[in-house]
């Protein structure tokens, strides 16, 4: 998935990029998109850190509207939240220190999800703000779009709708022959993969992407370690604490039936490894 980024967000081919926010936003002719300014570009990982790399795209539309789109290849908890912090800053970001609030325009952040997140079977969902009575819509200002790429399930080619379209193109799940026999019926979906074939024989730019695979390989990687390691780190405290536990639990028994012979307490202590406090405290 992250060879889009080699077009995506590209100047020189931002037909495909508009063509992709239309068919996702499902506009029609009196609202498409027919100009876009990126205001981001994709920037790749830091070789020495392994960092992983920055896909988002972040643009301005003809009509004001901001759009992030943002390529999420690792599941991330609290991810609502990451992307509802990121939409609200991008919609502060549009008002410089004495403007007006009705020069803030619609601002939509769209989630390409490689992994399953939300509780629901369809790939794509959006939310708005509603009026949790009437359901109409308060302002249509806020956006946000997950896609689920895995969830996407392929049927029948010539009926897929323009979004679709799109969405089979990304999806892990589509074979390079089903993305071929859905270019034959989409130019747009036919200039993407063309461009990939020629970009696969660029190797400056293949390496490139190689960088990015391995920087979110390792990633990954490293956070199986952590988890691994921290799941045994949790298995072995819990474990001597158990046997700490049942330990004290015996002596304090053989306590109980020494002080019950009349033994002496530092004799018990001596015997148990106990304290005299300890002692004296299971003898009240």
């Known amino acids: 998935m992250c060879i889009l980024s080699n077009w995506y967000g590209c100047k020189e081919r931002k037909n495909l990029t508009l063509n992709f926010l239309n068919s996702i936003l499902n506009k029609d002719e009196d609202s498409y998109f027919v100009d876009i300014n990126f205001l981001d570009k994709e920037r790749l990982p830091d070789i020495e850190d392994g960092k992983v790399p920055e896909l988002d795209i972040l643009a301005k539309l003809n009509d004001g509207t901001l759009i992030n789109v943002e390529i999420q290849v690792t599941k991330q908890e609290y991810f609502s939240k990451r992307s ?14 004495g403007q007006n609030y009705d020069e803030l325009k619609q601002t939509i952040t769209i989630n390409l999800l490689n992994f399953n997140y939300l509780p629901y079977e369809t790939c794509h969902n ?8 009437t ?13 689920e790429l895995n969830k996407f399930k ?6 897929l709708r323009q979004a679709e379209n799109w969405i089979a193109y990304f ?3 589509c074979t390079d022959e089903q993305r071929e026999a859905i270019a034959m019926n989409n130019p747009v979906i036919k200039e993407a993969l063309n461009y990939e074939m020629v970009f696969s024989q660029d190797e400056i730019k293949r390496r490139q992407y190689e960088i990015q695979e391995k920087a979110i390989r390792d990633y990954n990687s490293t956070i199986l370690y952590n988890r691994q390691e921290g799941l045994k780190e949790g298995l ?7 046997l700490k536990k049942g330990a004290e639990d015996k002596a ?14 530092n004799f018990i202590a001596d015997v148990t490894g106990l304290s005299v406090e300890k002692i004296n405290e299971i003898k009240k």
Do not use: C, T
């Open 84 to 97: 509802l912090y990121y939409w609200s800053r991008l919609y502060a970001y549009q008002l410089n220190k």
């Open 126 to 133: 959006s939310y708005h703000v509603y009026n949790d009575k």
């Open 135 to 147: 359901q109409d819509i308060l302002i249509d200002d806020l956006e946000l779009h997950f896609i």
């Open 154 to 159: 392929l049927s029948d080619i010539r009926k």
């Open 171 to 173: 999806s892990p799940k």
């Open 236 to 242: 072995e405290k819990g474990l001597k604490e158990g």
């Open 252 to 265: 304090i028994e053989i306590a109980l039936k020494m002080l019950e012979n009349g033994s002496d307490v």
